[in-house]
DNA sequence: CCATACTATATCCGTTACGGATATACTGTC
DNA sequence: GACAGTATATCCGTAACGGATATAGTATGG
């Protein structure tokens, strides 16, 4: 029955925050992305992934960071590292902080995409959408 | 060849813009909607369109209206009423002013729901949107 | 008949979000 | 050894939003 916070109050979700959460849920659920992004892999993963039409300086990044940690949408996870690259230098860089979502946030992004969804069904239906079904 | 500014660097839209272009847009293009809608209308239609997720007090309506005049994504349209309706009271208010989607408006609205589309296909892809394509 | 609600717009102002600049520092490359 | 890339942090100005307030006409209901 306890359900902590509505996630509706924090709809619509702005661009930015939408696309920092799409970026760490991304897939797989394996011990990879379990362990969450770090905050400069977030923003190249969602300029990837938008193909360069969303950046984000550092100023949107970290505060965005900040904001979404105090809202409960993400939350730091503890570096475990050194168990799997006993001598990588590059790969365990101890500025890095790590973050995933966190339940509600995962929650949050359903209930924002259902309703992206809807949006983008209904602009379709009114023919505001001229091609097809993208790939 | 001209193309005046470039639609593009008005993306990603904020939810407010969106939904007031996509209630001036609203499907038909017949006399009802080529004379555009007037703010409160707007607002209303956002309301019923969204089922009352997404709502915009004055501020917010009437700020973004401005703006989006002065960005080009909408204009005002004379009231050529009287023609209609003669005896017509509430059909006629004399405050309301009227605005109707922009051609450079209506291409922003476009890219932005192509963009929409994508993100969605891809949350879809990676199985984060649960339930099936909604009606 | 008067209070309340709805329509319709406008402005003010506080808060939040964003975006660029700047700073620090380490690593790898030419 | 300058330069680009990685990585985070903070500052600060601007834009966007959201509620409050104002005005005013119409309509409703007790």
């Known amino acids: ?32 992305d ?9 923003a190249q993963e969602v300029e ?7 950046r ?3 100023g949107t990044l970290y505060g965005s960071i900040q904001r979404m940690l105090t809202s ?9 590292k050194g168990a799997r690259s006993p001598a990588a230098t590059s790969d365990d860089d101890e500025r890095r902080r790590y973050y995933r979502l966190s339940a509600f946030g995962r929650r949050v992004l359903q209930l ?12 379709r239906a009114k ?3 001229t091609g097809p079904e993208p790939a």
């Open 1 to 32: 029955m306890k359900r902590g916070p509505d996630p509706r109050e924090l709809l619509p979700l702005t661009p930015v925050v939408l696309h920092i959460l799409l970026a760490l849920a991304d897939g797989r659920r394996d011990q990879e």
């Open 112 to 123: 924002e995409l259902a309703r992206l969804a809807r949006v983008v069904a209904a602009a």
């Open 48 to 54: 990837a992934m938008t193909e360069g039409q969303i």
């Open 56 to 58: 984000m300086g550092p």
């Open 127 to 129: 023919q505001l959408l």
């Open 34 to 42: 379990a362990a969450g992004r770090h905050g400069y892999a977030v």
């Open 72 to 80: 409960g949408l993400i939350e730091e996870v503890a570096r475990t």
